[in-house]
C-alpha cells in the first residue's frame, strides 16, 4: 500500500484492508521523518542485493549484522501484523523472504580480514540514492495532495458564499 508512488497500489492493500490497518498505525511510519516504513524497507532490500552481488563469494561482517538487523525488525513486523490481526500478504512475504535471506547470509561463508569493507560503498550508495528518490517523489506527490486540498477548499468556500449571496437575495 504504501509504496504507491506511482498511483496505484497492490490488489488488496487498499483502504480497510490488512495492510492499511497496519500502516496506519505507529508501525507505519518512520518517527521523525514520517515516511513509510515500506520505503526503508525497498531501500534496505535495494542495497542488500547491491551487496550480495558485491560481495561475490564472501559476505562482510557489517553485511552479517544489517541482515540480522533486518531480521530482527521482520520479526518484530510480524508480531505486530499478528497483534493486529492485520496480516498483508504482500508485507508478510516481504518479512519472510527477509528472514530467509539473514539465514542465507549466516550460512554463507564468512568474509577473509581484507574483505572487511567489501560491498559497503555500493550498498550504502544504493541506500542512499534509492531514499533520496523515493523521497523526492512523496515530497513531489504531498505538495500536489496539498495544491489539490487547497483548490477544492477555495472551490467549496466559493460554493457557501455563492449560496449565501443567493440565499440572501431572494
Not at 508501525?27 to 516504513?37: A, D, K, M, N, Q
Request: hydrophobic letters at 50%; a positive charge.
Amino acid at each position: 500500500k504504501q509504496l504507491d508512488l506511482l498511483g496505484a497500489s497492490l490488489p488488496g492493500c487498499g483502504p480497510q484492508s490488512a495492510c492499511d490497518k497496519v500502516t496506519s498505525t505507529a508501525w507505519g511510519r518512520v518517527p521523525g521523518l514520517g515516511w513509510p516504513v515500506s520505503y526503508v524497507g525497498f531501500s534496505y532490500f535495494l542495497a542488500m542485493l547491491a551487496c550480495w552481488f558485491g560481495a561475490r563469494q564472501r559476505v562482510p561482517v557489517w553485511a552479517r549484522w544489517t541482515a540480522r538487523a533486518g531480521a530482527l525488525a521482520s520479526f518484530i513486523f510480524i508480531i505486530a501484523m499478528i497483534s493486529l490481526e492485520a496480516l498483508c500478504p504482500y508485507c508478510l512475504a516481504a518479512h519472510v523472504g527477509n528472514v530467509g535471506f539473514w539465514i542465507t547470509v549466516e550460512l554463507w561463508p564468512g568474509p577473509s580480514t581484507e574483505r572487511m569493507r567489501h560491498g559497503l560503498v555500493p550498498a550504502a550508495g544504493v541506500f542512499l540514492l534509492s531514499s533520496g528518490l523515493i523521497g523526492i517523489v512523496q515530497m513531489q506527490q504531498d505538495e500536489v495532495k496539498r495544491v489539490r486540498g487547497e483548490e477544492i477548499e477555495a472551490q467549496q468556500v466559493d460554493e457557501i458564499a455563492r449560496a449565501a449571496i443567493k440565499a440572501a437575495a431572494a
